[in-house]
């Protein structure tokens, strides 16, 4: 097992779309999957904002994003953790550009979500667009 640098773990951020979302309900774990998307000290999810990840959220806003990668036999293996806080966005051009950015990554036309965006970005306390802000990030890989 190896330690992975930086430039490396960015690059996985980068191709990557999707990966489990971690937070504390009460005393019990959770996570759910969501895709993604990486700007700048921010990554930015998108999630209901009145089920059970926002309820953890709201009593602890300590956040994990955990991303695994690995072959049929587990011969070749990446694993990336994210770890930070997590706030709601509600700046309206923010929910815009998070919207736009995941479309872009997930290999859709960029103003697929346009409409949706406009939507949260009229009525922001509804938003289900959330960042963790990083304040870790690290990586292990098999080679």
């Not at 990557?16 to 959770?30: A, N, Q």
């Not at 953890?56 to 994990?64: S, V």
Request: glycine content about 8%; aromatic content about 10%.
């Amino acid at each position: 097992m190896k330690i992975l640098q930086k430039k490396k773990i960015l690059q996985i951020l980068k191709e990557r779309k999707w990966g489990t979302l971690m937070g504390v309900d009460g005393k019990k774990p959770y996570g759910v999957e969501v895709a993604y998307t990486l700007l700048g000290k921010y990554l930015y999810v998108i999630f209901n904002p009145s089920g059970r990840m926002a309820r953890c959220f709201k009593k602890n806003k300590n956040a994990a994003f955990k991303i695994c990668t690995a072959d049929s036999d587990i011969t070749s293996w990446e694993a990336i953790l994210v770890e930070g806080t997590i706030e709601r966005v509600v700046d309206p051009a923010d929910i815009k550009r998070a919207f736009r950015e995941l479309s872009k990554k997930l290999g859709y036309d960029k103003n697929l979500y346009d409409k949706m965006a406009e939507k949260y970005a009229a009525n922001p306390k509804q938003s289900p667009v959330h960042r963790i802000v990083i304040n870790i990030i690290g990586g292990k890989g098999s080679s």
